[in-house]
């Protein structure tokens, strides 16, 4: 049993050594630039080796270990003949991150700190505890002197002051690193969660036709990183146009840090796949009643009404990468966000890349990372709305013309008006219409107030068989601000959904009726200190025995 145990262990032995034999330079790898889409990323490293003449193996080592084999595309800048290149998983050399291991070192130093620091503390306890249990100093036949009696009193409360201050000193020490220790382990869970057990590395067998130094480039794409857009809508005041800045919160786990990178952004996403999809012949059939009933019960999978293949990532949309402008010579002179410096493309395939300029570092931590894309001004009109019959107030709207210019993702936006924060709003890119509305809050300038002024008017016909309901409402607006303003209020008019349930507008007050939904519109110019009222009524006439519902 022995014998075989360790010519398996001779054989593992051999084979490592036969494996790493067979490697002749190992690379590492520095990425530089990075497409990131909606979801995964297009990166391209660098690094060079020396090489010999002839045919070798080459291992791009401490890659991502979410990298997707298919993608992988190395290249060389000089006479160099490619035969293979291969991606696996490397389970013998993980990634060690330094944050990690000097957290690590930290640990074990506190505590053995700790340890140290207990033993003291132990050795002060076992001296109070002798002190306390030798108090008498006399014999059984021997007394003993005053002067004698007082050495040894101060003797002991020398002793014993000194040995429970120190203690106590200890006992403060060890409530401090333990503190310590508690945060550095949370720290390090926290570390933890994004750690790499796994590395990824690129074997590559070439022909090299002389020896000397090579560079290569490694272009790949990785999984588990994405962004997502993020807006800012600023409003200085109703007389200028408003901001809107255009943000990415990028988020990456791979595995390897991104430092120093020109990152891109796309509103691709490539983890969709390419193949279109195919519509299927949609068959109808008949049954008998009776086959149906029995079979309903069982449990069926639907028809698919068509077919989707998942692709891997194709060459064609791998090439959509567009690099960040190089910008050579730039230097910032002045503070400045990356928005200012950022170029948007379009390629072939309809996706917008936003080329950010200034490098950028993204750690593998999964949190994540706010990056300013673009930032432009919009014209806006400004305008009031209020529907007094749900909320009195009256909210400052604007709209946003020609707003669509950014070729930007749907996201939800933070809206400032004069400074301040007033609320969040959802930034549509599916809109067809070139305005995007959105309030900006309410205003207490301009007074609201809608009451019944007809209320419960009941005629009954001559028949006697049927009621008729009035109503009528009085809506007064004033505007109290200095400047003058343009509102827009809206209320309604009920709908029926029974032929014998009769409603007509009697007085729809100069608004504009919709009769469709029953929505009255108006639109009013108010100038300082003005005010309007506005009166709309309209019956209800239905059969004497029903009950009516839903009017209020």
Do not use: H
């Amino acid at each position: 049993m022995k014998t075989t145990f360790f010519a398996i262990l001779i054989f593992i032995s051999n084979s490592i050594f036969a494996q790493n034999t067979d490697i002749d330079a190992r690379i590492t790898t520095k990425p530089e630039q990075v497409t990131l889409y909606v979801s995964g990323a297009q990166v391209t490293a660098k690094g060079n080796t020396n090489l010999k003449s002839g045919r070798q193996t080459v291992v791009f080592d401490k890659l991502s270990n979410f990298i997707n084999a298919n993608s992988v595309q190395v290249k060389a800048d000089k006479d160099i003949t490619i035969l293979s290149v291969n991606y696996q998983f490397n389970y013998l050399e993980p990634e060690e991150k330094k944050d990690f291991m000097q957290l690590e070192d930290s640990l074990k130093y506190y505590r053995q700190q700790i340890q140290r620091l207990s033993i003291t503390k132990n050795s002060y306890i076992e001296e109070i505890s002798l002190l306390q249990a030798n108090k008498s100093i006399k014999g059984d036949n021997v007394g003993v002197t005053a002067t004698e009696l007082t050495k040894m009193a101060d003797l002991i409360r020398t002793r014993y002051a000194e040995a429970a201050l120190r203690k106590l000193e200890i006992e403060e020490k060890e409530t401090k690193l333990s503190e310590r220790i508690v945060k550095m382990d949370q720290q390090l869970a926290q570390l933890r969660q994004g750690e790499q057990t796994v590395t990824g590395e690129v074997v590559v067998q070439l022909i090299a036709a002389t020896a000397g130094n090579a560079n290569f480039e490694l272009g790949y794409f990785v999984n588990n990183c994405s962004w997502s857009p993020l807006y800012d809508i600023r409003v200085k005041d109703v007389n200028t146009p408003t901001t809107v800045v255009a943000k990415a919160n990028v988020v990456q786990n791979t595995g390897q840090d991104w430092k120093n990178v020109k990152l891109s952004l796309s509103t691709g996403n490539p983890t969709l796949g390419n193949t279109k999809p195919n519509l299927n012949p949609w068959t109808l059939s008949l049954s008998d009643p009776i086959v149906y009933r029995k079979a309903r019960y069982k449990t069926q999978a639907p028809a698919a009404a068509y077919d989707k293949e998942e692709a891997p990532v194709s060459d064609a949309l791998l090439s959509e990468v567009v690099i960040s402008s190089r910008n050579n010579g730039y230097v910032a002179t002045e503070s400045i966000t990356a928005a200012e410096i950022t170029r948007v493309d379009n390629n072939q395939l309809t996706n917008a890349i936003f080329n950010i300029s200034v490098p950028y570092n993204i750690a593998s931590n999964g949190k994540e990372n706010i990056v300013e894309i673009q930032q432009y001004e919009v014209a806006a009109n400004y305008s009031y709305f209020s529907i007094p019959k749900i909320d009195n107030d009256a909210f400052l709207v604007a709209d946003l013309i020609g707003w669509d210019k950014g070729e930007l993702l749907s996201g939800d936006a933070n809206v400032y008006f004069e400074n301040n924060y007033v609320g969040t709003t959802y930034f549509d890119a599916r809109i067809v219409d070139d305005t995007l509305s959105f309030a900006l809050g309410r205003d207490n300038n301009i007074t609201i107030k809608r009451k019944q002024t007809k209320d419960f008017n009941e005629k009954t016909s001559i028949s006697g068989n049927t009621k008729k309901i009035t109503r009528s409402f009085d809506i007064e607006v004033k505007n109290t601000r200095k400047s003058a303003i343009e509102i827009e209020l809206e209320d309604q008019i009920p709908l029926s959904n029974n032929e014998e349930l009769i409603i007509e507008a009697i007085n729809t007050g100069n608004a504009e009726y919709n009769k469709e939904t029953g929505k009255l519109t108006w639109k009013l110019k108010l100038n300082p200190a003005e005010s309007k009222k506005l009166t709309f009524s309209y019956s209800v006439k239905f059969p004497k025995k029903m009950i009516l519902n839903g009017l209020y």
